[in-house]
């Protein structure tokens, strides 16, 4: 059964920062892709960073700079560090992991998902 397990989410004002883990389980292989994707109320949602087995990473251009994902390969979690944060990334930020994976940053290559974390940044 395959799970992913998100935290970290919270509230905090402009320029602040917050950290955000996933754990995933019951994948059978291990050369996991996985991501961050976002929702804010109203919008679709969107792809925010991407980190394969390698450390290979991929960033929308509105976060490059001050998000970083980053993977713990032995305990396959992954983490998206973010500072600098505006209100523009209130959102639930959701973890995404599947085995194959042609697009990163692309909701549409992933099958798998958590149950999201509610990040809110107020000015």
């Known amino acids: 059964h395959v799970q992913l397990v998100e935290s970290g989410g919270g509230s905090v004002q402009a320029g602040e920062s917050l950290r955000l883990s996933c754990v995933a389980s019951?994948?059978?292989?291990?050369?996991?892709?996985m991501a961050w994707f976002r929702q804010a109320p109203g919008k679709e949602r969107e792809g925010v960073a991407a980190?394969?087995?390698?450390?290979?990473?991929n960033y929308a251009d509105s976060v490059k700079g001050r998000f970083t994902i980053s993977l713990n390969r032995a305990q396959t979690m992954v983490y998206l560090q973010m500072s600098s944060l505006e209100p523009e990334d209130t959102a639930v930020y959701y973890c995404?992991?599947?085995?194959?994976?042609?697009?990163?940053?692309?909701?549409?290559?992933?099958?798998?998902w958590g149950q999201g974390t509610q990040v809110t940044v107020s000015s």
């Open positions: 995404a992991a599947d085995l194959v994976i042609t697009e990163p940053l692309s909701q549409d290559e992933y099958r798998n």
């Open positions: 019951g994948f059978a292989g291990s050369n996991l892709y």
């Open positions: 980190i394969d087995v390698d450390g290979e990473t």
